[in-house]
Every structure is written in C-alpha cells, then in structure tokens.
C-alpha cells in the first residue's frame, strides 16, 4: 500500500463534475493512493462565493502542491480575470506539457507521439496591452508588450530537457520566429542553444525550427518531431494543433508543472452544450490523473491507467459519442474500471 498523497480536487464547471467523478471511479479501480479536498472555482466559485477562484481552494493547492481540476468557466464581462490565468500566476506554474498520443489507429494521422512543452508565464500573454486614441477614434492604435527573460527561459529549457531524458525524448526541438522577434524570440533560442551545449549535448539530439515552418512541418510529416519546446504564445497555437493531429480536445490532457505546485487538466473546456447530459468523453482528465501519477513517481498506475483505457477504446470497442461510439461517461467508465480491476 502506497503512502496516501494529499491533492486538491477542483470539479469545475460544465461537464466537469461529470468527467471527475469518472476519473475518481477509475481511480479507485487502481487504489491509487490520492486523498481529495475537494475545492469550487469558475462559476462555480462566483455563484458560492463570490469569486471564481476562492481564498480556500487556493490554500488547498498551497497546502497540496498538487490539484486534479476540471474545467473553469471564465465569464465574458463582470471584470473576472481567467481563473486558469491567475492559478498559473499564483503558483508560478511556468511549464505546461502537453503529450499527443495516438490511441485510437487509423486516424488521419496514424502513430503521432510527440510532446510541446509551452513556457507559461511570459511573453506576449503577459497582459501590458493599450490602445492610443487618435482623432475621436479610441482604438486608433493597440500595443501589447512582450517580455521574456533569461532566467524564465532558462528554467522551462532546462525543465524541457530533463523532461526529454526522463521520459526518452530522443529529440527536442526548439521552436521560435528570432528572424524577425529578434529580441523576443532570440533569446529563447539563444538560452535554449547555450543550455544544451553547456550541459546536455550527447544526451539527446537538438533541432530549431521557425514557427511558421514548425505548423507546416506538422501537417506535412508529425512524426519528425519528438519534443517541441516554444514560449508563450507559439506554444497555446501548437498544442491545439497536435491536440488535432490524435483526434481532438476530448483526448487530450496538459499539466500545469511550477516551482510551488502542479496542476493536472484537460485541455478541452466546460463543454455547456452537453453538460449533465452524461454523454461527456472523460479519457482527457483521466490522462490527466495518469500525468499527475508520473508526476507522484507512480508510473505503474500511470501505465495501467492509459493501457485499460487503449484497451476498452480497441479491443472492447466501447466508445463515447464523440470518439463515433454510442457509450455514455457511465457505460465507459464501468468498462474502463473493471478492465483495470482485473489486469
Ligand atoms: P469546449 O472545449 O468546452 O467545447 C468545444 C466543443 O467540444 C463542444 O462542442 C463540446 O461539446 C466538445 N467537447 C469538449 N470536451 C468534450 C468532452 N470531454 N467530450 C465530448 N465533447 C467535448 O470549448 P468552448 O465551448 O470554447 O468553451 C466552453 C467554456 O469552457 C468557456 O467558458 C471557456 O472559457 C471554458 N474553457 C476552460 C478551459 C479550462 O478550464 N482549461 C479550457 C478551454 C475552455
């Protein structure tokens, strides 16, 4: 019996509680160890307790370190700040990872394994944006500032590259526009470049690519690429792009890793139109709970989380509506647990 493991549990909005509470049940087919506190945010947040990220729930994952959360709502007006913005901030949440992972073959693009690893915290999404008025027109000009730093570059890099040897990488390539973001871009590269000669050369292989080739490339041939580590703004394009490339949001989880805290989800969002009509796909937060158990050095559960669920996809063919099958979150669950209860 493994030591028990303190974690934050945020539901969230929509389809969240819906796919949460799948993932709990498959969980506890594994008995993998996690003792919840359960948490509100997102809407949720605001119609209980005025704000959409509470004092409680951010003292849970300050005394956890570590949180399962579910799809955040962020409401248009009202002046809220995305709560998934302010957990990143609060909790210095610099790395985002995002695997794609084919599970279901035949697909347009068959065999994809490939990695982005997203800087979080910087660049053009830090938020210095303004707009000049001139001659009666308020929006005659809008300005954003982008700031990325030595030392933000340097400790995503290197979380990057260490990432790769952990887990295999046998290439990582560094993604970047430093032709024309001289600047902004360059030194990303530079750090990157400067990083690998110092301390990885030999240990795995190092490429750079221009953005504007790297989405190319991605359409024409994936399967060149292995781990692809970008800033800010390139990386949120790319990992929806190779999100597409292994059949959409509904299979695919990201981790929010930082130096206070991290922070596991699905990468799709609170899916209103299909909310409580118990039809939600919740294979992208179960592999979310499958990061989270790597990440607590229990990759034995991890594996047998992502083998049941690549076998109740090909082998029993139950499948939610969105994957072409006619399975409920239930029907899915029910099958995915027990084939995890005898394997
Ligand atoms: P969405 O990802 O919620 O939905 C897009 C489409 O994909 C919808 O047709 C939905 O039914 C479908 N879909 C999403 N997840 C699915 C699943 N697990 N199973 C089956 N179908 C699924 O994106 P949308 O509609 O743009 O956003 C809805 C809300 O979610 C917004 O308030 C947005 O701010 C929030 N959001 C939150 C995120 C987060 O907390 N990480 C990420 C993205 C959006």
């Known amino acids: 019996m493994s030591t028990p493991i303190p974690a934050t549990l ?9 796919i949460v509470d799948a993932t709990l049940a498959v969980l506890d087919a594994l008995r993998a160890p996690f003792v919840w506190d359960r948490q ?12 959409p990220l509470p004092q409680a729930t951010l003292d849970s994952i300050r005394r956890t370190r570590l949180a399962l959360k579910g799809p955040l709502e ?15 901030e609060e909790f210095q949440l610099y790395a985002n990872l995002r695997p794609a992972l084919t599970i279901i073959p035949g697909g347009r693009f068959d065999k ?18 303004a707009y000049i008025p001139i001659d009666g027109d ?63 050369r030999g240990k795995f292989e190092l490429d750079t690519v221009i953005i504007d080739a790297c989405a190319m490339k991605l359409v ?26 292994v059949g959409g949001l509904g299979m695919t989880p990201g981790a929010n890793i930082g130096a206070d805290a991290a922070i596991f989800e699905a990468v799709h969002g609170s899916a209103p139109d299909i909310a409580g009509k118990g039809i939600a796909n919740p294979i992208a937060i179960m592999l979310a709970s499958a990061m989270m158990l790597d990440h607590c050095k229990l990759p034995d559960l991890a594996q047998r989380l992502r083998r049941g669920i690549d076998e109740t ?3 029993d063919k139950v ?18 647990a027990s084939r995890i209860e005898n394997s």
């Open 10 to 18: 945020i539901p969230g909005d929509g389809i969240g509680a819906e």
């Open 40 to 51: 509100i945010a997102g809407m949720g947040g605001i119609k209980t307790a005025g704000d």
């Open 74 to 88: 962020t409401p248009s007006g009202g002046g809220y700040r995305s709560s998934n913005v302010r957990l990143r």
């Open 112 to 129: 994809i394994d490939l990695v982005v690893v997203r800087e979080n915290l910087e660049g053009l999404y830090i938020g210095h944006e």
């Open 138 to 200: 308020p929006h005659a000009v809008a300005m954003a500032t982008g700031i990325n730093t030595r030392a933000g570059s340097r400790r995503l890099l290197e979380f990057a590259f260490e990432q790769a040897i952990a887990t295999g990488r046998k290439k990582v390539t560094i993604v970047h526009k430093a032709n024309i973001m001289k600047a902004l871009t360059g030194i990303f590269l530079e750090t990157g470049l400067e990083l690998y000669e110092r301390k990885y």
């Open 220 to 245: 024409l041939n994936p399967w060149q690429f292995d781990m692809l580590v970008t800033t800010n703004l390139f990386g949120d394009i790319l990992s929806d792009l190779v999100a597409g490339l």
């Open 313 to 315: 996809l090909n082998i």
């Open 319 to 336: 499948r939610t509506g969105d994957l072409g099958g006619s399975a409920s979150t239930a029907t899915f669950t029910k099958a995915l």
